[in-house]
């Protein structure tokens, strides 16, 4: 009875983020910190969420009837403790038969089961994938990243959208604009061009301007030029 009662509280802290030091169990693959050494800084919110999450599923492979070694661990083993912890499930899920089946805001209380949410459950997942191979396990051999886990996954979450008449959409990650190109400044022809447009002028018996006009300054700066030419 005592187990039993711990095994609840092991599994209620999981989905719930709220366990003690003493219902998490056994502490496993966790080093004890040494003696005189400084404290350590305060873990974030999902670095012990995700702790917790590992011990307890570390405790269920100890409590496993045979004990089963996190090396032997397959996806149907973490489906199994998946369904264990719809036992322990907050979520009101209507059954087809239900008047209630697909009511998000039934006005009245009924007999559906109780199971776990999909985002817990999903959430759990990615914290536990992420501990798996924070702790030494590869991930083409991570059981949480299994295939049979994802669809079950999604099973969940598309029974608990039409029985809760709840659409679960993932959110759309915002994508930054793709940057803007420089304007290009005005820039001059190269000589190329330049040497093309005055053999251009030259061809059509047109005087180029440029050495029009410093013809035009030569004859204002010597008016006797023309005279003397003459």
């Known amino acids: 009875m005592q187990q039993q009662q711990q095994q609840q509280q ?5 989905v719930d983020g709220s366990s003690s030091s003493s219902a998490s169990g056994g502490r496993m693959m966790e080093p004890s910190p040494a003696a005189g050494a400084a404290a350590p800084a305060p873990m974030s919110r999902y670095e012990s969420q995700k702790r917790r ?3 307890t599923f570390g405790q269920y492979l100890k409590n496993h009837r045979p004990p089963l070694a996190l090396s ?4 149907a083993h973490v489906l199994e403790f998946l369904r264990y912890l719809d036992q322990f499930g907050k979520t009101k ?21 109780l199971r776990q949410a999909w985002g ?15 702790h030494g396990g590869k991930p083409e051999s991570n059981p949480f990243g299994a295939r049979a886990v994802r669809l079950y996954l ?38 190329v061009q330049q040497q093309h447009h005055q053999q251009a002028l030259h061809l059509s ?11 035009y300054m030569i004859q204002s700066l010597n ?8």
């Open 10 to 14: 092991v599994a209620t802290a999981v």
């Open 53 to 55: 999450d590992w011990n």
């Open 72 to 75: 032997k661990c397959s996806g």
């Open 93 to 113: 899920v209507h059954v087809p038969q239900c008047p209630f089946f697909g009511h998000p805001h039934p006005p009245a209380p009924c007999a559906c089961p």
């Open 120 to 134: 817990s459950l999903d959430a759990l997942i990615g914290r536990l994938r992420a501990a798996y191979e924070e």
């Open 154 to 191: 999604r099973e969940v979450r598309d029974l608990q959208s039409k029985a809760r008449g709840i659409a679960y959409e993932k959110k759309k990650r915002k994508r930054p604009p793709p940057p803007q190109p420089p304007q290009q400044q005005l820039q001059q022809p190269p000589p």
């Open 205 to 215: 018996g047109m005087p180029d301007p440029a050495s029009a006009s410093v013809s």
């Open 223 to 230: 008016p006797n030029l023309n005279h003397n030419q003459t």
